[in-house]
Structures are given as C-alpha cells and as structure tokens.
C-alpha cells in the first residue's frame, strides 16, 4: 500500500461547480497535510495545510481532514477556467522531517 | 524576497558528465530538500537537510550527492550522468519549527535530460 494515494483523474468539472479532490494515507499517526497546486511546467504551489480534524477555508478552497478514517479533502467551490492544473497531497510522517506526496490528481474546468 | 532560486533552469548532459544543480533561499529557512519529479511517479525525494551541517538520504539518493554549504546554500551533485536521471529537479524549504510543521516552499526547478 502506497503511503499516499490519490486518484490521478483526470476529473472535469464544469465552470462554477464545485470539485472534490481526494487523499488517503496509511500513516495513522500523521499529523499535518498538505495541499500542492501544480501547473503544467511549473513547480508545486503550496495552497492548504491543515492539522486538526474538521475543515479548514481559504477564500474558495476548503480542506477536510478526518484522522479517524485517514482521509483528507480539498473542494474548491465555484471552480474556474484557471484552477486547471495538477493538485498534489503531503503527508508529514509523524516524527520525520520531511513530506510524502501523493501522485496527484489531474483537474480540468470546463468553462 | 526571491524565496527559492535554482540553477540552471535547463541542461542537457552526455551520459558520464558531471554536473552541480545550486539551490538558495533567503527566507532564512532551516530545512531544505532536493525532490526529483517523473512522469507517472510523482514527487520523490532524494536527499534533504534538517537543518545546516547534516544531511540524509531520501526515497532515491542512489547516484546523488548533496552538499549543505550553509543556511542559504544546498546542492545537488551528478558525479556521472546516466539517462535514468533524465527528470524535473525541485528543490524547497521549510523553517520546520517543530517537526510536524514542515511547510515547504518550491524553486522553479531544472530540467535536466541525459543523453
């Protein structure tokens, strides 16, 4: 089992919907995450951290950790043309000093 | 600030040369990491450093040096280029100021192809 997965897309959502990315990871005792923006060519963005459970907003970006289930979130609401791009999952392993990132998923809106 | 800078943005290398990849930052971080990026493979990292004077190995330092030259300066050596490291170089930071807060911040990276 990869330490964390992602499902790699891509997912299409139409212009001003709202798009739902996904994370599992397997390190129970984890306890901060991340979320990466990528855009074709360029270098990994930081968007999102959280470290507690519940939900966590920025402006239209929304991210959901739930430790019991091991799984976290991001929804970006009223998706626009310009959130197009690759978003990739962090994990910090408890104790370690460094991030395990997932394969990231592909988005496209669709204007 | 200029955050993380990276040179060279591009380089193309004969199997067997040797080459330098320089990464700085000015964020007066104390962490730092090389990442390399495949398609298909994600994000793996080859090296880091907790904070200045140690370095450890990461997921893929097979074929890789780094050197911590000071809090601003990491970088990452091919002694002799093999066209398995034909990739996309990242390098990032991150003040770690706890163990579990490790934001990092990326350098706009080097592609780097072997030939």
């Known amino acids: 089992q990869k330490e964390v997965e992602q499902n790699s897309g891509p997912l299409s959502v139409p212009e001003g919907a709202i798009a739902s990315l996904n994370c599992t990871y397997s390190d129970r005792v984890s306890q901060s995450f991340f979320w990466y923006r990528q855009y074709s060519g360029k270098s990994p963005e930081l968007i999102m951290s959280i470290y507690s459970n519940g939900d966590k907003e920025d402006g239209r970006f929304t991210a959901q950790l739930n430790k019991a289930s091991q799984y976290v979130s991001l929804l970006i609401r009223d998706s626009q043309p310009s959130d197009s791009a690759t978003y990739l999952c962090a994990v910090n392993l408890q104790g370690a000093q460094k991030l395990v990132f997932g394969q990231g998923t592909r988005l496209t809106i669709n204007p | 600030n200029a955050g993380v800078t990276q040179t060279p943005k591009f380089q193309v290398l004969k199997t067997g040369q040797s080459m330098t990849l320089q990464c700085a930052q000015d964020m007066n971080h104390n962490s730092m990491y090389w990442y390399r990026q495949d398609p298909g493979m994600g994000l793996r990292l080859i090296y880091y450093?907790?904070?200045?004077?140690?370095?450890d190995k990461g997921e893929v330092p097979n074929g890789y040096n780094v050197s911590r030259l000071n809090k601003r300066e990491f970088s990452l050596r091919l002694e002799s280029a093999a066209p398995s490291q034909t990739s996309v170089y990242f390098c990032?930071?991150?003040?770690?100021?706890?163990?579990?807060?490790?934001?990092?911040?990326f350098g706009p990276g080097t592609r780097l192809t072997v030939l």
């Open positions: 450093s907790a904070s200045e004077g140690t370095t």
């Open positions: 990032a930071s991150s003040a770690l100021r706890s163990l579990d807060y490790n934001e990092q911040f």
